[in-house]
């Protein structure tokens, strides 16, 4: 009995860290509550009910026949990591078909846990790579994806060695938009590009959380209206932020060249 109880709470463990794991990382509500509803089925327990929200996941289980158990995880807001969210849907078909026990499941979600992200030289390249195209995207020529490709590098030099682990969201995001415009702005009037606007735009578009703002809608469309919600708020927090970074540029340039310039 006692041998049957510690196994239903290895399973409640293992399945809590894969919804902590889906969770940190960008995923949806209903994908975290669903894996975490398979885990348990599967390795036979039928009480478990999990409660998600943005940053926090609360799960209970047990009735006559099984242990009473319930644990509540805190997990702040973050970034994206999709090859993780993928890993654990891999694992969870894994499971479905039944070629792994839970101690191996909670093992091989330790590892997804540990899997390391991108390089800082492929983030920093991906900026400037993303910039270009998106630059070219929206309207702007090739001499303007050229020349946006140089604030995308620079824009993400700042987010991984000062906004990351130094500065607030808020602060850095303001900063990130001041910082990319300042940038555009002088490569347009070193006429190394033909249009401001689209410079800015490809520019800035790393700096977009359009994963969570995705993900928002879907939650809010799934009726998990308070997750929805805060991550919706979150999303626009940002957007208002880097539009504050490039009105402030803007501004000063308007102040200082009496609006020719602009």
Known sequence: MNERKEEEREVLDAAMLAGHILLENGAEIFRVEETMDRICRHYG???CSSFVLSNGIFTTAGNQREE???KVQHIPVSGTHLDRVAAVNQLSREIERGSLTY???RDRLELIQQMPGKSKRMQILASGVGSACFCYLF???LKDAAAAFFPGVLLYVYVIYL?????SKLVGNIGGGALVTALCT?????????HLNYMIIGSIMPLIPGVAFTNAIR???DGDYIAGSVRMLDALLVFFCIAMGVGLVFGLLHRFTGGGFL
């Open 45 to 47: 327990i039928e009480s």
């Open 139 to 141: 309207g702007g020529n």
């Open 103 to 105: 101690g191996e499941v």
């Open 68 to 70: 009473i158990f319930a």
């Open 163 to 167: 906004f990351g682990p130094h500065l």
């Open 186 to 194: 002088l490569l347009y009037m070193l006429h190394l590009g033909d």
């Open 219 to 221: 939650d809010i469309a």
